[in-house]
């Protein structure tokens, strides 16, 4: 099965016209459409970008109650009747952390991570403003952060993709890289309590100390993990071939023609994902993953 780009894009660079694109697919996911987040092994119960319902306490059951809203949980614990209560949501700011540093601009398959990373911030971005939410972005290219502040409003928007364009190919060799620490200050300083963060990256340089600072956001905010691999990271190649490969602390050389390197590699993925994904799940987080060898709109469930 033949796999192809969307349109405008060439998997490499990056355009406007590409991302401007994804406006057009925001419908199969406003409401009451099914949330893009709620694909994930069923392990999350989130809710859409945008405004809804927020639970607020239990109390027992009284006449006139919605028999759908009963915790049954509480209910027998207390042997008395008890229902949830929930009030308006209010407005929640959506902001994007796009990392386009050196680990993200390589691309094995269809197209480079950064590019898949530009494209899934463009939905979101979108989807967001369709809704009628303030959207901002913090782009890392690794040796610099870009704010973006929060609009409600698609200029908002084509101001934040042209930030995201106009860093992802001027920044492809730079190879000095920071860790998370200024970014995470920078969410901490822009975003207000409540808002909805969505960091989106392959992880490589988060640390133990980087997890429990993403902890501490998670309690005042709502916080989404987007992470962005190439299956080379998995030993998924037909190349046969030594290769050097090089990252922020060291270089090696993999040899591909070896199975047991092949299975090395694979084992190191999942063993890194699995701890991600444990994190996000043991701290209230919703966790998503997308290859770079398929288009974003296929790895996205519309139904």
Known sequence: MSVTLSPFADGVNLNLDELLYYKQ???HWLPPAKSIWAQQLGQHQSRQLGRGMDFSEVRQY??????????WRVTARTGKVHTKLFTEEKERPVYLYIDLSSSMNFGSALMLKSVMAAHFSALVAWLSAKGKDRVGAIVDTGNALFECK?????????HLLNLVTSHH???RNVTTQQNFDGALDAIHRLCPKGSEIIFISDFSRLTQQDKERLSHIRVHNSV????????LEQGMTQYRGVEQVTTQT????LDFSSARARSAMKSHFKKNTEQLEAFTQQHGMTFLSLSNDRPLLSQLSRS
């Open 25 to 27: 697919h925001t419908v």
């Open 62 to 71: 009284q006449a006139g109650d919605d028999v759908r809203s009963i915790d």
């Open 150 to 158: 929060a609009t409600a409003s698609s200029r908002g928007v084509l």
């Open 169 to 171: 190919d001027f920044q």
């Open 224 to 231: 989404r993990l987007v992470h962005i691999y190439d299956p």
């Open 250 to 253: 060291r270089s090696l050389w």
